[in-house]
T-cell receptor
Framework: DGGITQSPKYLFRKEGQNVTLSCEQN?????MYWYRQDPGQGLRLIYY???????QKGDIAEGYSVSREKKESFPLTVTSAQKNPTAFYLC??????????????FGEGSRLTVL | AQKVTQAQTEISVVEKEDVTLDCVYE???????LFWYKQPPSGELVFLIR??????QNEISGRYSWNFQKSTSSFNFTITASQVVDSAVYFC?????????????FGQGTRLTINP
């Protein structure tokens, strides 16, 4: 079945370490997104990519980096510069078939805990 | 600037009660889209509905209904005869229309608990 796969589901990291979260989609969608979810704050946009080899910063990009070398993949790296990385990270995609309506399809998320 | 406010942080009701989740939004654009998503304990956000700003007709889907009122900038969601499976976090979201409009802005979410 088509969908979005995020891995790992749970990840523990020591302070000062970089960590990369994987996001793969087989929906043939052009646009992909990374959101961060914290209790009581809803979802905030970290980065998004509309096409391969291109991406833009969202509202809270500091301390994060991304790449988009393939249409199916949009990995997110949480660097040591991110001051408060413990959160739930959600990857999403949107295809041309939905036009400009903005309906996103989400993965099941990755929960990162910094020890 | 765009903003979505879900003032109800948590709601708890007994099964079979009706419950309404409030959503108020702010945007300077005249054309936009509004969404509701459900987040069950598994974590994945599930799309429920999309509404265009130029279509104020209310929508009903089974036990779910949505009331869109541009005059009050609200897009409320009602669950009739609630069930335990409806327990989840619900998010309201807003997106402007147009080629350059990529950002989906979410509210803070409302945690709904349906007790048996």
């Amino acid at each position: 079945d088509g969908g979005i796969t995020q891995s790992p589901k749970y990840l523990f990291r020591k302070e000062g370490q970089n960590v990369t979260l994987s996001c793969e989609q087989n929906l043939n969608h052009d646009a992909m997104y990374w959101y961060r979810q914290d209790p009581g704050q809803g979802l905030r946009l970290i980065y998004y990519s509309q096409i391969v080899n291109d991406f833009q910063k969202g509202d809270i990009a500091e301390g994060y980096s991304v790449s988009r070398e393939k249409k199916e993949s949009f990995p997110l790296t949480v660097t040591s510069a991110q001051k408060n990385p413990t959160a739930f990270y959600l990857c999403a995609s949107r295809g041309k078939s939905t036009g400009s309506t903005g309906e996103l399809f989400f993965g099941e998320g990755s929960r990162l805990t910094v020890l | 600037a765009q903003k979505v406010t879900q003032a109800q942080t948590e709601i708890s009701v007994v099964e079979k009660e009706d419950v309404t989740l409030d959503c108020v939004y702010e945007t300077r654009d005249t054309t936009y889209y509004l969404f509701w998503y459900k987040q069950p304990p598994s974590g994945e956000l599930v799309f429920l509905i999309r509404r265009n700003s130029f279509d104020e007709q209310n929508e009903i889907s089974g036990r779910y209904s949505w009331n869109f009122q541009k005059s009050t900038s609200s897009f409320n969601f009602t669950i009739t005869a609630s069930q335990v499976v409806d327990s989840a976090v619900y998010f309201c979201a807003l997106r402007n229309y147009g080629k350059g409009a990529q950002k989906l802005v979410f509210g803070q979410g409302t945690r709904l608990t349906i007790n048996p």
